[in-house]
């Protein structure tokens, strides 16, 4: 593990089995499980969190990975968008364009409109810990009550792994999907 921290976090039996299904398709252990292990209350809060975003919502897999492929991007965590590129982009549906549009600055032409406004809602999170009327009266439209508390869920959650992702100086897992930083 690369990072700020010492690292791996020394781990007991019961830990060990925790991070066990934390891993990359080749059985490398993911970055951001590895770090949090150091404390078994964060490792516990991100473990449940997960669960949450990538088993407990109704959400379509595409737009969940859309909206954690875009909040992860325009935080600049580049380890956890690699790891999600990696193991849910392509089971999601997303093409190669799509998963380099959510690195793009602004609403690519590509999106259709419910993906577009995913990509917005992750914008504005990310930019002001909000959602603006205009944008929500947008998904009040296309999406039902419970998707949007959802998308709010995943938003609000990777947007935290994002800054942990950084604060802890978590790298990719080398030979991970690099993010793009030349797109305009």
């Keep these: ?27 490398r252990p993911l970055p951001i499980f590895q770090a949090l292990a150091h404390s078994r209350a964060a490792l516990d809060d991100l473990r449940r969190a997960t669960a949450a975003c990538l088993q407990g919502t109704a959400l379509p897999p595409r737009t969940r990975e859309i909206a ?20 849910f982009a392509e089971q999601a549906g997303l ?4 998963v380099r549009a959510t690195a ?23 930019d002001g810990c909000t959602v603006s009327d205009e944008l929500w009266i947008g998904l009040a439209r296309t999406y039902a009550p419970q998707e949007i508390v959802e998308l709010l869920l995943v938003v609000t959650q990777y947007l935290k792994v994002a800054c942990l992702t950084n ?18």
């Design 1 to 27: 593990m690369t990072g700020r921290l010492p690292g791996p976090a020394p781990a007991d039996e019961e830990t060990r089995r925790l991070l066990e299904p934390y891993r990359l398709p080749d059985g």
């Design 68 to 87: 954690v492929l875009r909040v992860c991007a325009r935080a600049g965590a580049e380890a956890e968008w690699a790891v999600h590129v990696e193991m």
């Design 95 to 98: 093409g190669v364009d799509e």
């Design 104 to 126: 793009a600055p602004g609403v690519q032409d590509l999106w259709p409109v419910r993906d577009a406004l995913v990509i917005r809602l992750a914008d504005e999170i990310h």
């Design 167 to 184: 604060a802890l100086g978590l790298r990719a897992p080398e030979g991970l999907p690099a993010l793009p930083r030349d797109i305009e």
